[in-house]
């Protein structure tokens, strides 16, 4: 990717972590998710990141949960998004968490790329408020990757760390990926990657080297796809620096509840609108839905789900 490559404006809505006492406007019901995707696509995002609830706010993994939030999104907005699945949970089935993609064939869908610590530490009262081990083994990456290519769903690899982008290296040699690659970066969580702009340079040189391993990757090794998720503070620094570099970015209330200035953000629109301004500030142009779906090599809405590789992954 390079400067003159259109950004990719992505929204992950709500995440599973954060509720309305945190952020009031983290949706809750599929009516809310639907005014909320508006909202995006209005301000210019064209990529939306859906972790599902119930409508009483509990984070979901149910099928019919998933589907009621992509059937209102898809009445509120139509095409003019891409619809991404998180895969990512702590301690629910593999096979909840696949029942989804089966259900509902999204365009996209995220695999988390390693094992890692994942915590939220307080540097005031010198603790952590939170502590895990975030599990994602080989085994259930690769689960995940045939099944997404046998529906025809486009994998996104959020990579914590240098190493989860090395994780790529044997999904390639065992034939599981194809040109083009989709990339994000997450940075700033604590057990992760430390969020400056010169780690987000080695994580694209990383991805950039590995991904000319690719079959069909001949001609096409710049355009394998990335972007970052910037978490909390690290949100707005590493948009400015990702949009320096050429990359794409994803903002929005999973990752960041407050706009530059401090102020919390009364909708994922606004973190959208700001994330826009700062694309053309940086002499850049947000992609329209339809670059976005011609950079990832999505079909065309409409279009039967492919078997096998996306169409332009042979």
Known sequence: MSIDD????????????????????????P????????????????????????????????????????????SEVGDAAIINFSTGALGVPLETRIASLEACRPEVAAVNMGSMNYAKFSQRRKEFI?????????????????????????????????????????????????APLHADFVMGVTGGIPPTARNLAVMADNL?????????????????????????????????????????????????????????????????AKAHEMTLSAGRRPATVHEARDALRLPAPGAPAPNGPLAGQR
């Open 6 to 29: 259109p950004v990719i404006l992505t929204c992950s809505i709500s995440g599973s972590l954060a509720d309305r006492a945190q952020c009031p406007a983290i949706p809750y019901t």
């Open 31 to 74: 009516a809310e998710y639907a005014a909320e995707a508006r909202r995006i696509v209005d301000e210019g995002g064209v990529h939306i990141h859906i972790h599902a609830r119930s409508p009483d706010g509990r984070p979901s993994y149910a099928v019919e949960d998933f589907a009621a939030i992509t059937e209102a999104i898809r």
């Open 130 to 178: 939170f502590s895990s081990v975030f599990l994602n083994p080989f085994d259930e990456i690769v689960a995940l990757l045939e099944t997404m290519r046998r529906l025809g769903i486009k994998p996104e690899h959020e990579c914590f760390d240098v190493g989860h982008v090395g994780n790529l290296r044997p999904l390639i040699d065992m034939g599981l990926l194809h």
């Open 208 to 272: 950039a080297e590995i991904g000319r391993a690719l079959p069909g990757a001949d001609g096409e090794a710049a355009h394998h796809h990335w972007g970052v998720i910037g978490i909390s503070r690290a949100q707005w620094p590493m948009v400015g620096a990702a949009l320096s570099l050429g990359g794409s970015v994803r903002v929005g209330l999973e990752d960041n509840f407050y706009l530059p200035d401090g102020t919390m953000a009364s909708s994922n629109g606004e973190l959208i």
